[in-house]
């Protein structure tokens, strides 16, 4: 009873907030799905909203090569639907705890990289808000910057990826990142994007000739709070919005 009441709580706070009643459809499925007892690993899903995953079951696609930061359930999901995936994490033992599942289960197709936070001298005077920046608002990932762990995507060609997901640290700078990476006709998957940092800073994908948007918000499974994913759909490439990325060859 006291998951019904906090899940009934926070959706009155989302519909008013967001003036939706469309997450209701979906009280029973969560109901259900936070009584099993199971994980985002045990279930081999993204740990996003409902609508979020039903996304990935229609575009995700065997030919799809796949770059996320931030590794779980989505790892496990992408490795199954997709060509390729490389997978950036900065929690060594999320990562171990990872690489012996993917390693128990046969898979081959996945790539996962542990690149931690590294500790800088001039914390205090970089912002969380600034993409140039490096560095994350979590708490416990204070006085670390994560350029390397962003910077991992430039080890790949411009516009390699099919798909790239942020769902890690340090997200608006892995957003930036991301851009030049991501193929025509590609998707960039933002998760929480209610946080309005993580978008705000990227002014190039409010440009619709060159993104097609859709947002899918309501709650997410085995947990009370509800969020919105948001993916932008690479139309075509705009050098001048990007001046920092290469001019697609």
């Not at 993409?131 to 990932?141: E, Y």
């Not at 390699?160 to 608006?172: E, K």
Request: with cysteine; proline share 4%.
């Amino acid at each position: 009873m006291k998951d019904l009441l906090l899940y009934v709580r926070f959706a009155m706070d989302y519909a008013l907030k967001n003036k939706t009643l469309s997450h209701i459809k979906y009280l029973h499925q969560w109901y259900k799905d936070k009584k099993s007892g199971d994980t985002t690993l045990s279930r081999r899903l993204p740990w996003m909203t409902y609508d979020a995953i039903d996304f990935f079951s229609r575009n995700c696609d065997r030919w799809m090569h796949v770059f996320e930061w931030g590794s779980g359930g989505s790892t496990l999901y992408f490795a199954s639907h997709c060509k390729e995936v490389v997978t950036i994490e900065h929690d060594p033992e999320w990562c171990g705890v990872l690489r012996e599942k993917i390693q128990e289960s046969g898979i081959k197709n996945v790539t996962l990289k542990e690149i931690t936070g590294k500790r800088i001298d001039n914390f205090n005077e970089k912002d969380y808000r600034n993409p140039d920046d490096f560095v994350s608002k979590d708490a416990k990932s204070a006085g670390l910057s994560f350029e390397e762990y962003v910077k991992a995507i430039d080890a790949y060609p411009d516009e390699y990826f099919s798909m790239v997901l942020v769902d890690g640290r340090a997200r608006n700078s892995c957003i930036k990142r991301a851009i030049p990476h991501i193929a025509i006709g590609g998707f960039l998957i933002v998760d929480n994007a209610d946080r309005e940092y993580y978008l705000d800073p990227i002014p190039e994908l409010r440009d619709r000739s060159c993104w097609q948007k859709y947002e899918y918000q309501g709650p997410v499974f085995f947990q009370h709070a509800f969020s919105k994913t948001s993916v932008f759909r690479k139309l075509h490439f705009n050098s001048k919005r990007n001046p920092t990325a290469s001019s697609p060859g």
